[in-house]
């Protein structure tokens, strides 16, 4: 957790309690904004007729380099399809306090609003904000200076360098931060800053940056610009971007219609892709998707591994794509809370240990006590328990339709479509055709995405995960859903997880689950029946009739040995991409997953941070096993 800036308002504007500096000049912020960055990097002009624009600002403040930015971006007829604004920040600035900051600028009520409403808690990580429905992102990545620069991916158009004065806050300054910014940067990333210091402007010259003066904003106060000239870690990075891809290269297969397969489906299209999707069910969502309900809560670990860092992003991610676009009435997103219950005494105790040494928001977690969590959930129970507030539960199967629904072109679907494989073709046609099991062409694309999960069902035949043999790094793994109609009737208005999970659904049964086994059918049994009912019985002290079981459902799970997603480009296979492996993280998971993913194949800023993009992809070395043919 941050610790959060106390802004101290002074008839000079707003100054920082922690650094005890101004956040802006004489001129005022949005003036300055305007002035020293926008038209230091020549913004309008720089961005017009380009597909993606990205700018990176080392100090996101009061967000006023941000607003300024997107409210240039609204006005510009000329403006880019995509603008990416990423930012870094230490201390973030309460809601309360920006909301009387913004207020001195009421032509930005609009956005300065939409800013405030979505800004991430104070937590550590990068996180994704979309506006304009998703052609605006803002990228946030909070930490300290160094160490949140790091996390940051991708090269760069622009570059706001703000901040505290050098003198204040001497590390965002240092020469490690100024080689940062210029392997951020390609041949013509022009750099603006309202510091005029002789030795910062000498530090931009030694890693690289041509520099000049900039202008005054007052007799006494010049500016400072500066440009990328020749960058060789970068040279290619112009022919590697989405703008360099023809109408015809931009065009995809993907293999699966589920959560994963119809969210990249709706993030490519609206990057201008054609999208070929693909599934074997007669429509979306019908396979490990086609749960009646399903939980969507963080993972809590003491170390804070790659896992529970993803689960974290992705759960904050998903929640605001949700809430900003689901269609209303009937919504699949229900925001009730998640109740985690200890497994025993000792694991309470770790619960108190671990929030003693690493505080959290208590918007994000809360700890409570055996009769506190009671009280809440209206049920008995045999231990305290953790709370996330902002976690719930979903209908994966209406969250696919609803997406696939808000898609009017450049959409093409195929169902009732088994594939059996896929064949490369390097010499007459580059790119992938999709054949069926007698090897008949059902569609040919320069790129392929597998978001298929485990792979289809088909009886008979031996499993098919669309690759070669040698090339199988994920596990099959069946899970099985029970649900129950109590009588007499009783509430249930939250998730309640443990050893298993009890979950409402629209129908006002509990959805009971899940099993992990290896049963080949996906017909219910009496075994996963019974492990179902004893999860049951066994969170909430409830005994359960047969009359009670109103049936359930079977699906298989894809899960890597290190239990993380497999997202990204395939190490081995050119124009070969993979989403999945999600186990039974699939609705926390595929909204981050499918943008991080697209991020990758349009050559954009990625919407996490280096490390976990690093964690998750299909060339980790916990999947380098593979022997290929």
Known sequence: MLTPENLEFTPEGPRSALYGDRYFGPIGALEQARSVFLKGCDIPSAWQKKKCFSILETGFGMGFNFLATWDAWKKDP?????????????????????ARVHASEPHLAAIGRALRMNLPLPIRGCHRLEFEQGKVCLTLAYGEDALALHMLSGIVDAIYLDGFSPERNPELWSEAVFKLLFERSKV??????????????????QV????????????????????CVFNPSTLDASTLSAEALSNDEKKVIVLGSGLAGTAISERLIQRGWQVILIDAANGPGLAASGNTSGVIRPLVSRDD????????????????????????????????????????????????????????PSEWIQLLSREEAQKRSGHSLKQGGLLFPLAGWAQPRLLCEQTLSSLSKNLLSNWNQTIHSLKQENHKYRGWLALDHEGKEIARAPQVVIASGAGPHIEAMPFNDFLPSSLRPLQRIRGEVTHFSLQPKQELDLVICGEGYICPSADGNWSVGATYDEINTLETSEKGILENTTKLQELLSINVSQHEIQGGRASYRSVASDRLPMIGADPIYNGLWHCRAFASRGLAWHALAAELLV???????????????????????????????
């Not at 013509?188 to 010259?205: D, F, M, N, Q, V």
């Not at 790659?306 to 794509?321: D, E, G």
């Not at 919504?331 to 000792?346: F, K, N, S």
């Open 305 to 360: 591994n790659p896992s529970s860092q993803f689960t974290r992003a992705a759960l904050l991610y998903a929640i605001q794509r949700w809430e900003r676009f689901q269609p209303s009435p009937s919504p699949a997103w229900h925001p009730t809370g998640v109740l985690q219950i200890a497994r025993d005494q000792d694991q309470f105790q770790q619960w108190i240990a671990m929030f003693n040494t690493t505080p959290v």
């Open 208 to 227: 690289g940056f041509e520099v000049q003066q900039g202008p005054s904003l007052s007799p006494w106060h010049e500016t400072t610009r500066a440009r």
């Open 188 to 205: 013509g990333t022009k750099l603006a800053t309202w510091c005029a210091a002789s030795e910062i402007r000498k530090r931009l010259e």
């Open 599 to 629: 991020a990758q194949m349009n050559q954009e800023p990625l919407p996490l941070s280096k490390h976990l993009a690093k964690a998750v992809s299909p060339d980790r070395k916990s999947l380098r096993s593979r022997i290929v043919a």
């Open 78 to 98: 000329n403006r880019p399809d995509q603008l990416h604004f990423l930012s870094i920040e230490c201390h973030p600035i309460t809601l309360s306090q920006l």
